[in-house]
C-alpha cells in the first residue's frame, strides 16, 4: 500500500496555473505507475493523467492534453501536476492515485487514493 497526501490547490483565474504535488510514502512508490484525478461537484471523478513508474510513459486524458503536465521524482517519491491555461471547467478536487500493482504499464488500474485538493478557477 502507498499513502498519499496532496497539496497545491487553490483559487486561480481563468488563463493561470497551479502546481500540484503528491507526497508517497511507502517502499513500492518508485515500482507503481501514478495518476491524477479530479471530481467535479454533482459528477463522477474522472481520469486526468498519469505517469509510468520510470517516468518516460505518459497519459492524458484529452480534456487536459496540451495544458496539464505529469511528472514524477522517485528520488523524493512524489508525482505532481502542473496545470496551465486553467478553465473554469477544471474547476473539481484533485486526487493523487497509485496503480493497484507494481510494474504494471497499463496506466489503468488505480487502487490507493490521496484526500484531495481543491482547485477552483473563477472566470
Known amino acids: 500500500q502507498v499513502q498519499l497526501v496532496e497539496s497545491g490547490g487553490g483559487l486561480v483565474q481563468a488563463g493561470g496555473s497551479l502546481r500540484l504535488s503528491c507526497a508517497a510514502s511507502?517502499?513500492?512508490?518508485?515500482?507503481?505507475?501514478m495518476g491524477w484525478f479530479r471530481q467535479a461537484p454533482g459528477k463522477d471523478r474522472e481520469f486526468v493523467a498519469a505517469i509510468s513508474w520510470t517516468g518516460r510513459n505518459t497519459r492524458y486524458a484529452d480534456s487536459v492534453k496540451g495544458r496539464f503536465t505529469i511528472s514524477r521524482d522517485n528520488a523524493k517519491n512524489t508525482v505532481s501536476l502542473q496545470l496551465t491555461s486553467l478553465k473554469p471547467e477544471d474547476t473539481a478536487v484533485y486526487y493523487c492515485?497509485?496503480?493497484?500493482?507494481?510494474?504494471?504499464?497499463?496506466?489503468?488500474?488505480?487502487?490507493?487514493w490521496g484526500q484531495g485538493t481543491q482547485v477552483t478557477v473563477s472566470s
Open positions: 511507502g517502499r513500492t512508490f518508485n515500482s507503481r505507475a
Open positions: 492515485a497509485a496503480a493497484r500493482n507494481v510494474f504494471d504499464s497499463r496506466l489503468t488500474d488505480f487502487d490507493s
